[in-house]
C-alpha cells in the first residue's frame, strides 16, 4: 500500500515465473560503461523498479561485479522470497542487505504487503535470521516503515505492534535497524507518513532495546553528494525516474546536475510523454511511464 511504484495488476510468485530476466553479462557489460563515470560512491546497490531477488542470478552478478570494482556490493529487498535458500545464498553474496520488515505479525503484514499467495511471514523470518547469520564482512539491515492512516491512526506501530516487532527483531539479530516513514507518494492516498516527532519516540524506544549504535532514524534530508563526470543527462534522468518517482530537489541531487539544466531536461521528458507529474500532499514528484 505504500510502494512509490504504485498499483500492481499482476503478482509473481516466484522467480520461475519471471521472463526474460536481465542476464549477469548485461549488468557487468552496463556497469563498466559507468562506473567509470561516478566517483564517492559507498556501495554498488541492486534495486529499481523490481524486486532483486526475483532474478536468480544476483549471486553470480554479485560474484562477476566484484571482478570489476572494489566497491561494496547492496541489495535493497522486500524480503517477500526470503523464504528459500536460493535467495537466501545470493543475498548472501552482498556486503550488506537492507531489508523491509514492517511488522512481527502476519495479519498486519499481509494487510500492508498484500503478497501473491504462497509467502508467509514466519520463512520471512527465519531467512532473515539464517542471513544475519551469513559470515564475517557480510551485514543486514532491517528497514521498518511505519505508516499512518489519513485518520492519524498508526497502521504498525501501536503498543502491541512494536512489542512483537522487537521480540522479532531480537530473534532475527539484525547488524542494524533502520526507523523511516514513507516520504515518495504511496500507492493509497490515506497511507500517511508518520510525523517526524512520533518517528523519534518509536526510535527511542528501540535504542533502548538495542542501543544506539543499532539504531538508524531515518529522516528527509540532503544525501551525500556523487560527482558524475557526464554523458547523456536525458538518459540518466530518465533511468532514474524509472527506477523510482523523485522530486526536483532529489533528482538534482542523485545525479549532481545544475538546477537550470534539470529543468529543460524534464520540460523535454515531460514533452515527449516519457515521464508524468505525480503529487503527495506536501511535494511534486517526477515518474517515468
Not at 127 to 153: F, Q
Not at 166 to 191: A, F, G, H, M, N
Request: proline share 5%; with cysteine; aromatic share 4%.
Amino acid at each position: 500500500m505504500y510502494c512509490q511504484l504504485g498499483h500492481v495488476e499482476l503478482k509473481i510468485r516466484s522467480p520461475e515465473d519471471v521472463r526474460e530476466a536481465v542476464t549477469p553479462e548485461e549488468v557487468s557489460k552496463s556497469l563498466q560503461k559507468v562506473i567509470s563515470n561516478v566517483e564517492g560512491l559507498d556501495y554498488i546497490t541492486f534495486s529499481g523498479t523490481c524486486e532483486p531477488t526475483l532474478n536468480l542470478s544476483l549471486g553470480e552478478m554479485i560474484r562477476n561485479i566484484r571482478k570489476i570494482s572494489e566497491i561494496p556490493i547492496c541489495v535493497i529487498t522486500n524480503s517477500s522470497l526470503l523464504g528459500r535458500e536460493d535467495v537466501q545464498n545470493n543475498l548472501a553474496e552482498a556486503d550488506l542487505v537492507v531489508a523491509t520488515l514492517v511488522s512481527g505479525n502476519e495479519e498486519t503484514c499481509r494487510k500492508i504487503h498484500r503478497p501473491a499467495p504462497g509467502i508467509n511471514l514466519k520463512e520471512i523470518i527465519e531467512g532473515l535470521r539464517k542471513l544475519a547469520k551469513a559470515g564475517i564482512g557480510k551485514r543486514l539491515a532491517l528497514e521498518v516503515m511505519l505508516l499512518e492512516n489519513e485518520a492519524g491512526e498508526p497502521l504498525n506501530f501501536t503498543d502491541e505492534e512494536i512489542e512483537e516487532l522487537v521480540k522479532t527483531i531480537r530473534y532475527i539479530c539484525p547488524d542494524e535497524i533502520e526507523i523511516l516513514t514513507v516520504s515518495r507518494p504511496p500507492s493509497e492516498k490515506w497511507v500517511r507518513p508518520v510525523p517526524e516527532e512520533k518517528l523519534k519516540e518509536v526510535a527511542k524506544h528501540f535504542i533502548s532495546e538495542f542501543g544506539e549504535e543499532t539504531v538508524k532514524l531515518v529522516l528527509k534530508g540532503k544525501k551525500k553528494k556523487v560527482k558524475v563526470l557526464r554523458t547523456n543527462v536525458d538518459e540518466e534522468v530518465y533511468a532514474l525516474l524509472l527506477r523510482r518517482p523523485c522530486t526536483f530537489k532529489q533528482t538534482c541531487q542523485s545525479l549532481n546536475i545544475d538546477p537550470k539544466n534539470l529543468s529543460s531536461v524534464l520540460e523535454k521528458l515531460l514533452g515527449e510523454g516519457k515521464i508524468e507529474i505525480i503529487s503527495s500532499e506536501v511535494e511534486k514528484y517526477y515518474r517515468a511511464k
